[in-house]
């Protein structure tokens, strides 16, 4: 059975800073994986999609990379801002071919 | 307007009701899914629909039943309700694309927040 980790649960950083949100999985058999970001009470939002035949993915900001043999991904976000509060989700579609499988997210606060 | 639309957006209800959330959307995706979302728990696959004429348990079906009336439409029912049903509950769209669903991108509806009592 597929398991998704996200560390750390919640992180605090001062506006400007580089950060790194990790994820890990533990069957690399995927098809791709996701980022989400969840503002409080709203809807999930897809940042970044990296198949799994993919190392990055990059988007403004934000940056994803992918190591499948490991079981690893790490969301970077530059030059973070208090608008980039959220929580963030990692979510990897299984060998099935239907079941995304999600993380419980990384709270980010971006201090101003 | 939004792509996914889901109602009603709050609701409280007693033990033992029946509750309807709906969803529609205006993507165009023949895949469709439905979320539970609790604390600490992150989100669960609860039903997915992958034409009108496909309908699929996920991993905590229990107590929960489906109705896809549309392309467009895809109904989360609760015949009756109980408290640990209390959640947010979400929508999903998705379109495989690409080869093995490798660029199936899920799109999100706003929620539903469900209190049962």
């Known amino acids: 059975k597929q398991e998704v980790t996200q560390i750390p649960a919640a992180l605090s950083v001062p506006e400007g800073e580089n950060l790194v949100l990790n994820c890990s999985f533990t069957d690399s058999a995927i098809y791709n994986l996701q980022w989400f970001r969840q503002d409080p009470g709203k809807g999930l939002t897809s940042l970044l999609l990296i198949q799994s035949s993919q190392r990055e993915q990059t988007s403004g900001r934000l940056n994803a990379s992918l190591d499948k043999s490991s079981g690893r991904s790490t969301l970077y976000i530059a030059a973070s801002q208090p608008g980039d509060s959220a929580t963030y989700l990692c979510a990897v579609r299984g060998g099935s071919n239907y079941k995304l499988t999600f993380g419980k997210g990384t709270l980010l606060t971006v201090n101003p | 307007d939004a792509d996914v639309t889901q109602t009603p957006r709050n609701r409280i209800t007693k033990t033992g009701k029946r509750i309807m959330l709906e969803c529609s959307q205006t993507?165009?995706?023949?895949?469709m899914y439905w979320y539970r979302q609790d604390p600490g728990l992150g989100l669960r696959l609860i039903y997915y629909?992958?034409?009108?004429?496909?309908?699929n348990k996920g991993e905590i079906s229990d107590g929960y039943s489906v109705s896809r009336q549309a392309q467009a439409k895809f109904s989360l029912s609760l015949e009756s309700a109980i408290p640990n049903q209390t959640a947010l509950y979400f929508c999903a769209t998705s379109d495989p694309g690409g080869v093995g669903g490798s660029v199936d991108t899920q799109y999100f509806g706003p929620g539903t927040r469900l209190t049962v009592l």
């Open positions: 629909s992958f034409d009108v004429k496909d309908i």
């Open positions: 993507k165009g995706h023949d895949r």
